[in-house]
């Protein structure tokens, strides 16, 4: 099995026309190992020329690996000039032994893949000196004649059937049969007495009677299935009970998007919580704030996000093209971490402790019909750099067209593993030298769903209206002192539904957001919902006409002290939020 480097349009044009080495392909000796050779620890390298310089070990690296990694070089040698210690007949079928370089490894790694690069020197990354960058590595594996008995299809389990509902039969306690009951008892009291006109006083009376206890009668239910968890119908009930046996019952969290936003000039500024509307019927690109176009676009029901994090926004970054390296057929493998733009930009430099080297990779045109309407709006996806390193491709004019010579300037760049792509990205197609299938889009915002609304008036803390029964007292001279029954206050918010997720801002620069050296693109997208907060305060009121301190939001108020001013937004079945403040033992309860 041969392992070939870059692919073979490129090894054509770098051996008819450019002056530069290159690895050609690489075999494994296994089965066809002569006596006394090990298996799997000798590879034949075949290159492009006769190398100017005789080859080391030292110009040897070899990376990856799972189990096995940091495979040594015992030796290397061209297969015309082997050493002492090589095996007779080692290379007795090599052809072209001139350019094929052998190299024995220390050992012959495990199932995954590894990369042999011919490097300048001992710890160095950069290619050898007179060799081409692409043609300097290759991927192989050690086991490519080993069988493989893995089988990773998942095994398929049939849930259990659900068992049927069983038929419940409520005893009916309702108006008509409360009615019912108190004229039956009538008739047996007073048999006399068979008036049944609704105009009578008699009549009116009962159904009077029977209103006030179907009342009674629906808030002794009410409260009582409220109390259980098999029984509670309300969301807010629900909530509570789940919490007490440790089930934090979410409320989803707001929708979040990477958005690309294209500038004519640099350094534009874009503060955080800038709203972004979805598309609007005639409206620009730009709408001034607490102008008429914008109430004119509102008006339209559109979904409204806004900006999480301060951005500079620059017209350099607005848009990339992709650099195939010669290649007219090149596609970016599903689960890529690297790729390469055309042209030097010194912008997209990472930076670990802010959110703003992401690029978003699209399909710009059908690779199939090369049509801007067929293209699949699926094919993107953003990732956030790890690393952008300038470089050149020295024979890169070689595969423009009209083909010249000389080179062109490249920026390589790598994202972290957890943003690797999810599909093949196609960049260029056959036959249509110079088509950019897809490209890669920066000046990338993060942005939340929701609208940011401030000066919502919550009401009044009332006084207490009641009190609590006092006992007898032990004499007739005792007067126990009152006790009074605190009032509810639970505000309900004007507007529906409320958001639920985090600060950008405040994630990133949290503790245990600091401790972490790097947020990839993915992670930013997700919200866990079990541990969302409302996106509600901090609420400040007023307190002998002297401004109060706030009050913060909490999921629950059960590890709140007394003396905490917290809150909780409960959502009832309306998708409407209410305010619960503490009660004095589980935080601190409003004054009047």
Known sequence: MRFHCCDLRRLEVIRAAGGDN??????????????????????????????????TSGNLRIDGGERIQDIGIDWCAMADTLPAIAEPNLAAGVDLPALTLVVRTESNGDYSNYTL?????????????????MLSSVQFSFKIECPNDFDCAPALICPPEA???PAIDYLAKDYPAL?????????????????????DLGVALVELLAYAADNLSYRQDAIANEAYLATARQRTSIRRHALLIDYPMH????????????????????????????????AGAAIAPASKALAAALAGSPLVFETALNAVLDERLNRFSFYTWGDEACCLPRGSTRATLRGHHPLLQPDKNKPNAILIFEERVSPTTLQEADRDLTRRWAVRLTDARLSSDPSGLLFDHPAGVGPVDVTEIAWDAADALTFPLCLSVAGRPGEEISIALGNIVLADHGSTLEGEGLGTMPESRLELVRATPESCCDKPAKQPVPPRFRPLLA???????????QMLTAPFGASMPWWPASSLLAIDPQAAMPRIGPVSGTLGGLPAEGWEPRRNLLSSRPYDRHFVAEIDDGARARLRFGDDQNGKRPDP
């Open 22 to 55: 290159g690895i050609e392909f690489l075999e494994v000796l296994d089965l066809a190992a002569p006596p006394l050779a090990p298996r799997q620890k000798t590879l034949f390298v075949r290159l492009l020329k006769v190398p100017a310089v005789p080859l």
């Open 495 to 505: 507007k529906a539904p409320l958001s639920h997720g985090f600060d950008l801002e």
């Open 117 to 133: 690069s011919i490097v300048a020197g001992p710890g160095s990354v950069q290619p050898l000196g007179g060799f081409d960058p």
């Open 163 to 165: 068992p049927a509902r």
């Open 179 to 199: 009615r019912r009951l108190m004229l039956d008892r009538l008739s047996l009291l007073s048999p006399s007495w068979t008036e049944r006109s609704p105009a």
């Open 251 to 282: 409320e989803g969290c707001n929708a979040r998007a990477f958005v690309h936003i294209a500038v004519s000039s640099t350094n534009v500024p874009l503060p955080k919580g800038t709203q972004l509307l979805t598309r609007v019927p005639n």
